[in-house]
């Protein structure tokens, strides 16, 4: 007999747990029956604790850097306001010889940016995106830029205050960027890893004030060649003089089918 006020589940679980699930209470049939032995549970382990504490900090990479655009205003915050083209002139010209970190571009980069309005076919600024990354409510400006030696720019930038801040800059030899929820994710070749490639999750940073590469990973995607490790050619979007809005995926470079 189940104890009084006690639904007949409730007395089965009741029952299992003091037979330590051994057998099953009452009719056989439908009975609860034992799941075995439960795993020890492995916790994590130290290792060398008796290291000291670190006394300097790592590298700086720049994930965190932000820079206010100069020049770029932006009527009540709306990012679609502005002209993308117009952003990424207007840091050409703030950093007119700076090559390398988050406002490096390649030399004739920088020459066909500023040549995008006579030659738009050669315009290196692709067609904008937008989404709301940051949670504020409002959409950010992400903006793709091509390069040399098949490499992509992605930038990100925030209105506030009635102009835009810089809230990430990377460049590398791009497969894909995709839109997931508030995340931006790049997907990103590995030519020292025959076979994989890396992907990395870009999500805001309340703290920092910037999009930070919070998830990275390699992953598996066919099979290793033996040869020498190559870089898949992309298949990249012609330029779009006059964006368009769109919150579709990102149409960069996709990696070319291996040969046989």
Same mark, same amino acid.
């Given at each position: 007999?189940r ?7 409730a ?12 057998v ?8 609860l ?28 990479? +720049?994930?965190?850097?932000? !820079?206010?655009?100069? @020049? =770029?205003?932006?009527?009540d915050?709306? $990012?679609r306001?502005?002209?993308? %083209? ?17 406002d490096?571009l ?28 940051? +949670?504020?409510g409002?959409? !950010?400006l992400?903006? @793709? =830029?091509?390069?040399p030696?098949?490499? $992509?720019?992605?930038?990100?930038? %925030?209105?506030?205050?009635?102009g835009?801040?810089?809230?990430m800059s990377?460049?590398?030899?791009v497969i ?16 020292g890893i ?5 992907r ?18 390699i992953?598996r995607?066919?099979p ?7 870089v ?5 979007v ?9 919150d579709a995926?990102?149409?960069l ?8």
């Amino acid at each position: 007999m189940r104890p009084r006020g006690v639904p007949l589940a409730a007395a089965g679980v009741l029952c299992a747990l003091i037979l330590g699930g051994a057998v099953g209470c009452g009719r056989s049939e439908g009975g609860l029956k034992s799941a075995g032995t439960t795993p020890t549970a492995v916790g994590p382990v130290r290792l060398w604790p008796d290291l000291p504490p670190a006394t300097d900090p790592p590298v700086d990479y +720049g994930e965190s850097d932000t !820079e206010r655009v100069p @020049g =770029i205003k932006v009527t009540d915050n709306d $990012v679609r306001s502005v002209d993308a %083209l117009a952003v990424v002139d207007a840091e050409v010209r703030a950093h007119p010889s700076t090559y390398t970190g988050a406002d490096g571009l390649y030399e004739e980069t920088a020459r066909a940016i500023k040549a995008c309005g006579s030659k738009p076919a050669a315009c290196p600024v692709m067609r904008p995106y937008y989404r709301d990354l940051t +949670g504020n409510g409002r959409d !950010e400006l992400i903006v @793709g =830029i091509r390069m040399p030696d098949q490499q $992509v720019g992605v930038r990100v930038y %925030l209105a506030e205050n009635g102009g835009l801040t810089r809230i990430m800059s990377t460049v590398d030899q791009v497969i894909s960027v995709e839109l997931a929820g508030r995340d931006l994710i790049m997907r990103v070749s590995s030519a020292g890893i025959p076979g994989y490639e890396y992907r990395t999750a870009w999500s805001w940073d309340e703290q920092q004030h910037s999009m930070l590469p919070t998830r990275d990973e390699i992953v598996r995607v066919k099979p290793g060649r033996t040869g020498p490790p190559t870089v898949p050619a992309p298949r990249l979007v012609s330029p779009t003089p006059t964006p368009t809005p769109t919150d579709a995926p990102v149409p960069l470079p996709v990696p070319a089918e291996p040969s046989p």
